[in-house]
């Protein structure tokens, strides 16, 4: 079936530094999205990516969809301790409707 | 993620006991996914509906698990004689066709 490897699986950084992150995958996803979920909460939604190569931001936040459909990648700048917590990638096929997600990458920032 | 609403926030059970886990959607959204989460790991696909229509159950298991997304009302998880091991939590999210999904604050659930 289709899988989603996320990675790194966990990161432990600096206030300030930059993070980067990716998902890869065997199939082709038309969507890609990517979430923050922090202790106790539902995943929130941050980015989404429709078309391939294409590259958004949402403040420290930006994420593109890999040329081949099949990867993406998320990167934050100037990480700030709030910044905490498990960001997971989720490919979104039109074919068959089904989101499946990455296994999560988990982000601890010290101050 | 606001508009996805999930209830109870929280559930517990005694063995053999029956779980309804309700989400409802987002208002437009026909489409509802749940998802488990263990602590410490990530969000295990479990099924995929529209309504009325169960699309894809591939993660559900075979026994005492089955959900529903009637034409009215709320999308239903149901699990019959739960078990120790049925202790999760679970989110459920919806979207529109081929839109980004939106999850509720999920329930989780202990078994005792």
């Known amino acids: 079936g289709q899988q989603l490897n996320q990675s790194p699986q966990s990161m432990f950084i600096q206030e300030g530094e930059d993070v980067s992150m990716n998902c890869t995958s065997s199939?082709?996803?038309?969507?890609w999205l990517w979430y923050k979920q922090e202790p106790g909460e539902g995943p929130v939604l941050l980015i989404a990516?429709?078309?391939?190569?294409e590259l958004t931001s949402n403040g420290r936040l930006t994420a593109q969809f890999g040329i081949t459909r099949k990867d993406s990648f998320l990167n934050i700048s100037a990480s700030i301790p709030s910044d905490v917590g498990i960001y997971f990638c989720?490919?979104?096929?039109?074919?068959?409707?089904?989101?499946?997600f990455g296994q999560g990458t988990t982000l601890q920032v010290k101050p | 993620n606001a508009g996805v609403m999930q209830n109870p926030r929280h559930l517990v059970r005694r063995r053999g006991q029956e779980a309804r886990l309700r989400c409802s959607p987002m208002?437009?959204?026909?489409?509802v996914y749940w998802y488990r989460q263990l602590p410490e790991e990530g969000l295990k696909f479990m099924v995929y509906l529209q309504k009325e229509n169960i699309i894809d159950e591939s993660g559900m298991p075979k026994e005492r698990f089955s959900a529903e997304f009637p034409k009215e009302g709320p999308s239903i998880l149901r699990i019959q004689q739960v078990v120790r091991g049925d202790s999760a939590a679970y989110f459920c999210a919806s979207s529109g066709r081929n839109t980004e999904a939106f999850f509720g604050q999920g329930t989780r659930l202990t078994v005792v």
């Open positions: 989720a490919g979104l096929s039109s074919n068959t409707g089904k989101l499946i």
């Open positions: 990516l429709y078309k391939a190569g």
């Open positions: 199939s082709i996803f038309n969507t």
């Open positions: 208002k437009g959204h026909s489409h």
